[in-house]
């Protein structure tokens, strides 16, 4: 049995199970964001997802929902990360909520799951660096394999999804050249800090909101 029901490569270089990534809002949240002042407007659910997914790419990671993942690395980049016989991982993630597995010297069997020496003794903080105990000597060109959950429920979110609403805003009234837009608990001022007219430019102020879902590295 393959690790996964629904495997999918994230851009980001790490596995979820998952078809596919919902925008961090729906049109019906979109609305109740705005007001309904842009309801029956086709643009508004073509651009949720195109917002949704330049929130993720800068943040490096899926933030939403919370998913099972699995991330493979090379223990030769990772030779950096042992402290004395402790291995430190970053796991592409900043909320990870849970370790399923942890397996050092890692192969793929005839199924699709990972086999080899597993490990137990493991920490875990709330920023996805993972610690993992007495892991012992390991060939430069073993692989680590870790499944983890990771990402926020639909409750924790709410920062990103006016976010959302607030780039999509923009990305439909600048279409006529509006220099500023309030609609419901949305309200818009564009300027020289957009970089861009569409649902993927990033304000500033977006981006230093953004800093605090931001993957902080990997070794």
Not at 162 to 184: F, I, K, M, P, Q
Not at 185 to 197: L, N
């Amino acid at each position: 049995m393959s690790e996964f029901v629904n495997e999918k490569m994230t851009p980001w270089g790490y596995i979820i199970d998952a078809q596919a990534l919902p925008p961090f809002i729906n049109a019906s949240e979109f609305s109740n964001f705005t007001g309904g002042r842009y309801t029956g407007d086709r643009r508004i659910e073509a651009n949720l997802p195109s917002a949704s997914a330049a929130i993720r790419n800068y943040c490096g990671w899926h933030i939403f929902p919370n998913l099972l993942c699995g991330a493979v690395f090379n223990a030769y980049a990772l030779r950096d990360a042992f402290v004395g016989p402790d291995l430190l991982i970053q796991l592409p993630s900043t909320f990870v909520t849970k370790i399923e597995k942890v397996i050092v010297n890692a192969k793929l069997n005839h199924t699709g799951e990972y086999v080899g020496d597993v490990c137990e003794d493991f920490d875990l903080n709330p920023g996805g660096l993972l610690k993992v105990f007495d892991v012992g000597c390991v060939d430069r060109k073993a692989k680590v394999f870790v499944k983890y959950r990771a990402g926020f429920s639909n409750g924790d979110i709410e920062d990103l999804k006016e976010l959302t609403a607030n780039r999509v805003t923009h990305a439909v009234t600048n279409t006529y050249g509006v220099s500023s837009e309030a609609a419901g608990g949305v309200s818009v001022s564009y300027s020289s800090a957009w970089t861009g007219s569409g649902s993927t430019s990033l304000s500033d102020d977006t981006r230093e909101i953004l800093n605090n879902y931001k993957v902080r590295g990997m070794y």
